[in-house]
Nanobody, 126 residues
Framework: LLQLVESGVGSVQARGSLRLSCAAS????????ISWFRHPPGKPRAGVAC???????KYADSVKGRFTISQDNAQNTLFLQMNGLHSDDTAMYYC????????????????????WGQGTRVTVSS
């Protein structure tokens, strides 16, 4: 069974940077999308960034130009480099992986994901 475990320093001041990591226990699927979602306090969960097995990436408009998603060469760790953070980025961050590749239109929809990590909290203070 695939397990995803997020990690990363949790607090930063506005305009600072953080890098989140998501370690996967194994990659058994030839085709998949792996993504970062976040759940801000009092708001719904939303997709942040994703990367598929063809290395196609997609970002939410709110993070374009500030966040970068990547995988290491062994493809067992996913990263999210977050720069220029502000208070709206405060949230629980989750990594998630699909089984197979959904329609790219839905890459940032949580309905397309089967495996989820436990989440890591990011707090941005002004």
């Amino acid at each position: 069974l695939l397990q995803l475990v997020e990690s990363g320093v949790g607090s930063v001041q506005a305009r600072g940077s953080l890098r989140l990591s998501c370690a996967a226990s194994l990659y058994t699927y030839i085709l998949y999308v792996i993504s970062w979602f976040r759940h801000p306090p009092g708001k719904p969960r939303a997709g942040v960034a994703c990367i598929d097995t063809e290395r196609v990436t997609k970002y939410a408009d709110s993070v374009k130009g500030r966040f970068t998603i990547s995988q290491d060469n062994a493809q067992n760790t996913l990263f999210l480099q977050m720069n220029g953070l502000h208070s709206d980025d405060t949230a629980m961050y989750y990594c998630a992986q699909s089984i197979g590749m959904p329609n790219p239109l839905w890459y940032l929809s949580s309905n397309e994901y089967t495996y989820w990590g436990q989440g890591t909290r990011v707090t941005v203070s002004s």
